[in-house]
């Protein structure tokens, strides 16, 4: 068990309900507490996970539920698919996570440390099976590699903020909404969801930033559902309004820049745009991005295979790695084939290669392997048949004691190994099944049936 987990345990840290109560509700010197063992114990963890064998996927900011809507029940969706991905491809998982969020003001840290308990509870079966690795935001730099640093991150904020600007006014509406009954003011986004998770965000000031800024609007009218007042690209740009969604974009980048190195880690992310501008900075693999929209539309088309505990597949790919990685570079292999000359595939291909190339190679060995056990389970019965008859014969036909002895003895080593040929072909599939590069899926739709 690592570290983290210990703590979670420990704490009684191991359902997002007690998570919720005892980490916003503790005292501020035993919240403090908690944040220093929490840090300790991500950072131990950390110090035995740096390894650079095997595939690596960094996750980022949008498939680990850091951008975008932050109910757990959204987050919770987005943490199950990235774990069940995991599973089905990746030797490794890098999460970051931040530290820097959880030294601040004390509000915000108690998010952060919330939201690093709700991952741990959600990934918890790739930690234990050291699968997922928590990588914290602390780089360790030299005064001028450091003046380089957030030089490159301003750059990248810039970038990340024109690219929202470029959006206000055509396709992505701001909205402030001032405080009524007792609630604090929030500013709401509407867009494209390429853009905007689910197409609707509200972003919510937490302590000192929930006071009504200076540059809020005093003239409201009915703007969707309420009142509000909607803001121009010039107001955004001057005070940097809701940047803190694109902005995450910037510090993404330089996070998937350092741990893509520190743990030869290609990053995977579900929303268009963190790719679109990710690739800007960071070598992009584009096998590992469409690998998951494969494999999600192969839970899709095998329903029963997205109620597979987690931990059962992990102990199929524990029990036969090779299968495992004869399976994935399977899957490689047909993206690579059709990939073509462009760099991202589109649902209704994927949902083709799904249904013609993969799902008919699972059909196959399934009925391969039916076959196969039906004819090695009668010719091993066959066997025990013969050998049963020439026993009797030999006693029916009044055979001197010595041969009769000699024909027992013959007879029982050859039945007690037609009996095992019976067992072998009740209990396992054929050595030509077990060798084909699907044969780990089939076992996962066995196991789901």
């Known amino acids: 068990m690592n570290r983290i987990v210990e703590v979670a345990e420990r704490l009684g840290l191991v359902a997002p309900e007690r998570i919720e109560g005892m980490?916003?509700?503790?005292?501020?010197?035993?919240?403090?507490?908690?944040?220093?063992?929490?840090?300790?114990?991500?950072?131990?963890?950390?110090?035995?996970?740096?390894?650079?064998?095997?595939?690596?996927?960094?996750?980022?900011?949008?498939?680990?539920?850091?951008?975008?809507?932050?109910?757990?029940?959204?987050?919770?969706?987005?943490?199950?698919?990235?774990?069940?991905?995991?599973?089905?491809?990746?030797?490794?998982?890098?999460?970051?996570?931040?530290?820097?969020?959880?030294?601040?003001?004390?509000?915000?840290?108690?998010?952060?440390?919330?939201?690093?308990?709700?991952?741990?509870?959600?990934?918890?079966?790739?930690?234990?099976?050291?699968?997922?690795?928590?990588?914290?935001?602390?780089?360790?730099?030299?005064?001028?590699?450091?003046?380089?640093?957030?030089?490159?991150?301003?750059?990248?904020?810039?970038?990340?903020?024109?690219?929202?600007?470029?959006?206000?006014?055509?396709?992505?509406?701001?909205?402030?909404?001032?405080?009524?009954?007792?609630?604090?003011?929030?500013?709401?986004?509407?867009?494209?969801?390429?853009?905007?998770?689910?197409?609707?965000?509200?972003?919510?000031?937490?302590?000192?930033?929930?006071?009504?800024?200076?540059?809020?609007?005093?003239?409201?009218?009915?703007?969707?559902?309420?009142?509000?007042?909607?803001?121009?690209?010039?107001?955004?740009?001057?005070?940097?309004?809701?940047?803190?969604?694109?902005?995450?974009?910037?510090?993404?980048?330089?996070?998937?820049?350092?741990?893509?190195?520190?743990?030869?880690?290609?990053?995977?992310?579900?929303?268009?745009v963190e790719a679109a501008f990710l690739e800007r900075v960071y070598p992009r693999d584009d096998i590992a991005l469409n690998a998951k929209l494969l494999l999600d539309q192969i839970g899709h088309q095998i329903p029963l295979l997205m109620d597979l505990p987690l931990r059962r597949i992990l102990r199929l790919r524990q029990e036969d790695y090779d299968s495992f990685a004869s399976y994935r570079s399977a899957l490689r292999q047909v993206l690579r084939d059709n990939l073509g000359g462009g760099s991202d595939l589109d649902r209704s291909i994927v949902r083709e290669i799904c249904a013609d190339v993969i799902l008919p190679q699972v059909r196959k060995l399934q009925l391969d392997a039916r076959t196969k056990r039906r004819s090695a389970l009668r010719k091993a019965v066959a066997g025990v048949g013969a050998i049963t008859a020439t026993l009797g014969l030999g006693v029916v036909a009044g055979m001197v004691r010595p041969e009769l002895e000699r024909i027992f003895q013959i007879g029982g080593v050859a039945l007690a190994g037609k009996l095992g040929d019976v067992l072998a072909a009740i209990e396992k599939h054929p050595a030509e099944v077990r060798s084909h590069n699907m044969y780990f899926l089939l076992q996962l739709i066995n196991e789901s049936n």
């Open 23 to 272: 980490i916003h509700g503790a005292p501020v010197d035993i919240f403090c507490k908690i944040v220093e063992i929490t840090t300790k114990a991500v950072l131990d963890d950390e110090k035995t996970a740096v390894d650079d064998t095997g595939t690596a996927v960094l996750a980022s900011s949008s498939i680990r539920s850091d951008s975008g809507c932050r109910c757990w029940d959204c987050r919770a969706t987005k943490l199950q698919a990235l774990a069940r991905y995991a599973c089905l491809y990746a030797d490794r998982l890098i999460v970051p996570i931040s530290f820097t969020a959880m030294l601040t003001d004390e509000e915000p840290a108690r998010v952060a440390v919330a939201d690093l308990f709700y991952k741990v509870n959600m990934l918890r079966p790739l930690l234990d099976a050291g699968i997922a690795v928590l990588a914290p935001d602390i780089h360790c730099f030299c005064l001028n590699c450091g003046n380089t640093f957030d030089k490159l991150c301003d750059e990248f904020d810039a970038a990340s903020f024109d690219t929202y600007l470029e959006r206000v006014g055509s396709d992505i509406q701001v909205v402030y909404r001032p405080p009524i009954r007792g609630r604090s003011w929030y500013v709401e986004l509407n867009g494209p969801p390429a853009y905007i998770p689910n197409g609707h965000l509200i972003l919510q000031p937490l302590g000192d930033y929930a006071r009504t800024p200076k540059w809020a609007p005093k003239r409201f009218k009915r703007v969707g559902s309420g009142l509000g007042s909607v803001l121009t690209p010039d107001n955004i740009r001057k005070h940097r309004i809701a940047g803190r969604h694109f902005g995450q974009l910037a510090r993404e980048a330089v996070i998937q820049q350092y741990n893509g190195v520190r743990y030869n880690a290609s990053y995977v992310t579900d929303s268009p």
